[in-house]
């Protein structure tokens, strides 16, 4: 079985993210690090060349594929912030609807810039979906 390409590794958080170029989106990430480090009680994490992850979840795929990955994490993008909602978006239609100007994929909330949403409703959203993740993946 192929290995993931993306794996933790000991590389600096800090280091990564004070070479993020857009002085603006540098800040959002900061910001997202203190969210995402209170939603799980976990330090930051580099997880491949570009994403900060927090705390680890076990899965297994029906195909009897298994693996280790992070509980919520971000990457700043060119075009936008991805931040990864493990739990989904499916239980989340409230928290989405006063979430302000974002886009979703399967896992994947993708943001602007945070002066787009709700932070309030943002930091309800990371913390429900690792709650969901700790309690259906223990």
Same mark, same amino acid.
């Given at each position: 079985?192929?290995?993931?390409?993306?794996?933790?590794?000991?590389?600096?958080?800090?280091?990564?993210?004070?070479?993020?170029?857009?002085?603006?989106?540098?800040?959002?990430?900061?910001?997202?690090?203190?969210?995402?480090?209170?939603?799980?009680?976990?330090?930051?994490?580099?997880?491949?060349?570009?994403?900060?992850?927090?705390?680890?979840?076990?899965?297994?795929?029906?195909?009897?594929?298994?693996?280790?990955?992070?509980?919520?994490?971000?990457?700043?993008?060119?075009?936008?912030?991805? !931040? +990864? *909602?493990?739990?989904?978006? #499916?239980?989340?239609?409230?928290? $989405?609807?006063? @979430?302000? %100007?974002? =886009?979703?994929?399967?896992?994947? !909330? +993708? *943001?602007?810039?945070?002066? #787009?949403?709700?932070?309030?409703? $943002?930091?309800? @959203?990371? %913390?429900? =979906?690792?709650?969901?993740?700790?309690?259906?993946?223990?």
């Amino acid at each position: 079985m192929a290995e993931l390409k993306t794996q933790e590794h000991d590389g600096s958080v800090d280091a990564f993210l004070a070479s993020v170029e857009d002085p603006r989106k540098q800040e959002d990430c900061r910001t997202l690090l203190k969210i995402m480090q209170a939603a799980t009680g976990a330090e930051a994490r580099m997880w491949g060349d570009n994403i900060v992850g927090f705390g680890h979840y076990h899965y297994t795929y029906a195909s009897g594929r298994e693996g280790d990955w992070f509980l919520t994490g971000f990457a700043p993008r060119k075009q936008n912030l991805t !931040l +990864y *909602i493990m739990a989904g978006f #499916d239980n989340y239609d409230a928290l $989405l609807s006063r @979430l302000g %100007k974002h =886009s979703t994929g399967k896992s994947c !909330l +993708y *943001i602007k810039r945070l002066s #787009d949403v709700d932070l309030d409703a $943002l930091q309800a @959203l990371v %913390k429900a =979906s690792v709650e969901h993740m700790q309690a259906t993946n223990p």
